[in-house]
């Protein structure tokens, strides 16, 4: 004899095979940077500070081996650091963060250690005084290391890269703390493909010095993000019980078509519908997210870690606690926003 088992069972046992996918957004988030808001004018400065194994300015690697570069300028450092600075520079003018900028590259001769020393507060007075600044950012250390790579079984096409390491700060002489310090590091990488996976035979690889600055420049362009607000990319999550609502529901999703979405997933919200209703109601908070009602997706969240409590589901309780901080932090971000 044929039985239609209830429907909380058919959810219950739907539930436990739920797929979670990425869903990636654009977010605009404030600065990371707060500057005191009478800060017009700011000094840059290279505090030319090397570690004591950081010696290979002159040094590159070729397929892994190590080897000294031939007619290297004696002052590549300089020229390189140089690059940074004035890329943070225009890119700081271009955002109208700050309404002067000085530049100094060689106020500090260079000096060794295992490690980075405070700077006196007496002494970045003096900086700011004499250049007439409310700030000074400071280029701490810097250093970045060349490597080219020749034909291989999985890269079928010369490559090169440059990894950049730099030691930012930003201090306020006035109220004599450190508004900022953040090590950055990155790798600039070339080869013969473009965005697409297209390889374009007729590429070419830029050359040391000039691989060396453009990763330069890069890194002083990095740290000037976090001076000014910038769309970010952020990952959200969300689910597909194996339900024909919900593969339809994430049809609408992928063309963006929330309130559509949001009809299939809404007639799963209720606490009849067992531990399905969680997913539901996470679903529900994603897209009122992307319809840019903060308060709505606040709530799904919260009505999805009632059930998810209730049930005791540990996994969808860590899952909507992570959600739950990243909304809460976009919602601060926009206040912040709101009022800059």
């Known amino acids: ?71 290297d300028p004696e002052n590549l450092d300089s ?13 700081l003018k271009n955002h109208q963060t700050f309404e002067t900028i000085h530049i100094f590259p060689e106020l500090f001769k260079t000096h060794r250690g295992d490690k980075l020393p405070p700077l006196n507060y007496d002494l970045i007075e003096n900086i700011t005084d004499k250049s007439n600044s409310d700030l000074m950012i400071s280029l701490e250390t810097y250093s970045c290391f060349y490597n080219e790579y020749s034909y291989t079984a999985e890269m079928p096409t010369k490559s090169n890269e440059v990894i950049t390491a730099a030691v930012w700060a930003v201090y306020d002489p006035v109220e004599k703390r450190m508004l900022d310090r953040k090590t950055m590091i990155d790798t600039v990488f070339w080869n013969g493909y473009d965005d697409q996976g297209n390889y374009q035979r007729k590429t070419l690889l830029p050359p040391r010095i000039t691989a060396l600055k453009i990763a330069s420049q890069m890194a002083g362009e990095n740290y000037a993000k976090r001076f000014f607000a910038s769309w970010q990319t952020a990952n959200r999550m969300y689910s597909v019980p194996p339900l024909p609502d919900f593969a339809s529901a994430e049809t609408y999703l992928q063309k963006g078509e929330w309130d559509n979405a949001i009809l299939l997933w809404k007639r799963y919200v209720g606490d009849d519908n067992g531990k399905i209703a969680i997913q539901a109601r996470y679903n529900m908070a994603l897209a009122y997210e992307m319809k840019d009602d903060m308060d709505t997706a606040s709530s799904w969240l919260t009505a999805a870690m009632q059930l998810a409590t209730k049930y005791r589901s540990k996994e969808d309780i860590k899952r909507i606690l992570f959600y739950q901080n990243a909304l809460q932090k976009r919602m601060r971000d926009i206040s912040k926003l709101n009022h800059e």
């Open 1 to 71: 004899m044929n039985r239609i088992l209830p429907l909380v069972i058919l959810l219950a046992l739907f539930s436990s095979c739920t797929v979670y996918k990425e869903y990636q957004i654009e977010v605009f988030q404030p600065g990371k940077i707060t500057i005191p808001q009478n800060s017009k004018s700011a000094a840059i400065v290279y505090r030319n500070f090397k570690y004591t194994n950081d010696t290979l300015i002159h040094y590159y690697k070729d397929d892994y081996r190590l080897k000294k570069a031939v007619n």
């Open 79 to 91: 020229v390189l650091v140089s690059q940074a600075m004035q890329k943070l520079a225009g890119n």
